[in-house]
């Protein structure tokens, strides 16, 4: 659908039922799931779906291993669950991914197998493989890039992975297949509100289409907020408005940072777990579309930058760590590229946010007095789950009508087809699933910008299918590159823009080709 089309439906709609603000995991879950029940829904995302937090995870689907640690059950029942849900809606984007974890004392083999056999147990028939022991041979095997030095054991057990930015994509494409209206680059600058019978309530927000520069109303019976770690910002526009104080907070962020070097580090389709480090943190080596990524760490922030940078600190625990566990140590020289996520971490009441780890990674759904519903926290595994929960509290709150029951759990999204290459193999048509023909019948089929990882046509494809409008959009989003190699990024970006722009008839006013420079550099730099 073109843009054009997408703007005109949004005017075309005097009251929706729902408007989503935010288009990471979360809200495009929402969306999805509203617009499957029947709801006229509008999901506005100020730049690029999922150019926040949703594009920067670890690429893990998991229940979440060293939560069983944090006593979080309940948490890690619902996304091993989960984990298989998402595996059989998008296979083509996610697949099973094996985990080594060395063990170097006598102790830790036995302590974490029977930890992991509980993991099996919570899992269930839904359990992608046995955790198994492995003897010291074996676990050298699987992965040849693990150094053996003080090796005695490991054990091996299973978790999944996937393609974080592409999904969401897949979410937000499946939710225009289903009536709703989402659209990238469209900032909401602030909420309507109006006269109730309990005082001022939220009737919709202000917004602005970043292209054309024009500003638009769009009224709804229920504004859901799902900005993420910025979720705050908008809880205090509705507290403003409304005339009353702001709440707390009710995010405390913390950044992950992530190192991609190439494969042979690893050498292997297995990933490595390193479940507590000299110093007491997490260390994962996954093997991801061709590379291996290294990561990650847990450092609390006060400041919410669009594009965070790691700090040197962090960069140095990484790479220290790894060339203790690696066969080859990484240097910074082999670092391909380098990025941040920030995590929306659920702040308790009167939490100082000191202690990022011991925070909650479940998800929190508040409304307001004057009716905005907010939901931060959890994770992409338990996406779906979440939108069924920001439903429910929807309904319960009497901003909708009773609704049909959930039936996300057995809908595939755009493109689903099982078969394919797993995640950890290199980019390529194969990750386009169902759609790779019509990929391929594009104009520059066989032009291949990065030799079997990005052609021409899935530059076409992206603009004319994908809602991108910027040289980042392709790619950061559309194309991994940017996260890949951000080198061979910034030496691509004339020949994206100049598809772009031909697909576009003219330069676009978000192309930004020189900032797109600019970020690939900072992705090359390395604190």
Same mark, same amino acid.
């Given at each position: ?11 075309? #709609? ?14 495009? %879950? ?23 937090? =949703? ?23 619902? !996304?091993?669950?989960?984990?298989? $849900?998402?595996?059989?809606?998008? &296979?083509?984007? !996610?697949?099973?991914? &094996? ?31 046995? $955790? ?17 030095? %003080? ?28 009536? !709703? ?36 109303? /769009? ?24 005339? *009353? ?7 405390? &962020? ?19 777990? #390193?479940?507590? $480090?000299?110093?007491?943190? #997490? ?46 140590? &990484? ?15 659920? *702040? ?22 004057? @009716? /905005? ?8 595994? $338990? ?15 009497? +901003? ?27 980019? @390529? ?16 089929? @066989? ?15 992206? #603009? ?5 409008? =910027? ?19 910034? !030496? ?12 576009? @008839? ?6 930004? +080709? ?14």
């Amino acid at each position: 659908m073109q843009r054009s089309e997408l703007l005109q439906r949004l005017r075309g #709609v005097e009251r929706h039922d729902l408007i989503v603000v935010g288009g990471g995991a979360t809200g495009l %879950g929402l969306a999805l799931d509203a617009a499957q029940r029947g709801l006229r829904v509008a999901l506005l995302e100020a730049e690029d779906f999922a150019k926040g937090t =949703s594009s920067r995870a670890t690429k893990l689907l998991h229940g979440g291993v060293r939560y069983l640690g944090q006593g979080q059950i309940g948490l890690v029942r619902e !996304a091993l669950h989960e984990r298989s $849900t998402v595996l059989a809606n998008a &296979p083509h984007l !996610a697949s099973s991914l &094996p985990f080594v974890m060395p063990a170097r004392h006598w102790w830790e083999a036995p302590f974490y197998g029977i930890g992991l056999k509980t993991y099996d147990l919570l899992a269930g028939r839904r359990s992608l493989g046995p $955790t198994e022991w492995l003897g010291r041979e074996r676990a050298a095997a699987l992965l040849p890039g693990l150094s053996t030095e %003080g090796l005695r054991a490991g054990v091996r057990y299973w978790d999944a992975q996937f393609d974080d930015a592409r999904l969401a994509l897949a979410l937000a494409r499946s939710s225009l297949r289903l009536g !709703a209206t989402v659209l990238n680059h469209c900032a909401v600058e602030g909420l309507l509100h109006e006269d109730g019978p309990a005082g001022l309530r939220v009737a919709g927000v202000r917004a602005r289409e970043r292209e054309s520069g024009e500003a638009f109303e /769009l009224r709804a019976a229920c504004v859901v907020n799902a900005t993420g770690v910025w979720v705050d910002a908008l809880r205090e526009q509705d507290a403003q408005g409304a005339g *009353r104080a702001p709440g707390a907070p009710m995010v405390q &962020p913390s950044q992950g940072v992530h190192l991609v070097v190439d494969a042979d580090f690893l050498q292997s389709d297995h990933a490595l777990l #390193v479940p507590r $480090t000299d110093d007491g943190r #997490v260390l994962f080596a996954v093997p991801w579309l061709g590379a291996t990524l290294l990561g990650t760490t847990d450092t609390p922030r006060r400041d919410l930058p669009l594009e965070p940078e790691a700090l040197h600190e962090e960069v140095e625990f990484i790479l220290g760590e790894s060339a203790k566990y690696l066969r080859r140590a &990484p240097q910074r020289a082999d670092v391909r590229s380098v990025w941040v996520g920030m995590r929306p971490l659920v *702040r308790p009441d009167k939490e100082d946010g000191a202690d990022t780890g011991a925070l909650s990674r479940e998800h929190s759904v508040r409304v307001s007095r004057s @009716g /905005l519903v907010t939901v931060t926290g959890g994770k992409w595994t $338990t996406y779906r789950p979440m939108a069924e929960d920001v439903l429910a509290r929807c309904v319960a709150a009497g +901003l909708l009508p009773p609704l049909p029951p959930c039936a996300t759990a057995h809908l595939t999204l755009v493109g689903a087809q099982a078969g394919g290459p797993p995640v950890s193999a290199a980019p @390529g048509l194969h990750g386009y699933g169902s759609e790779a023909e019509t990929v391929q019948a594009l104009p520059g089929a @066989g032009r291949w910008l990065w030799s079997g990882r990005l052609s021409e046509a899935m530059v076409r494809f992206a #603009v004319r299918h994908e809602l991108a409008r =910027s040289v980042e959009d392709v790619l950061a989003r559309r194309s991994r590159m940017l996260f890949l190699d951000a080198a061979q990024a910034e !030496a691509q970006a004339d020949a994206v823009a100049a598809i772009v722009c031909d697909e576009l @008839g003219g330069a676009p006013p978000l192309l930004g +080709l020189d900032a797109f420079k600019a970020l690939a550099r900072r992705y090359r730099h390395i604190p």
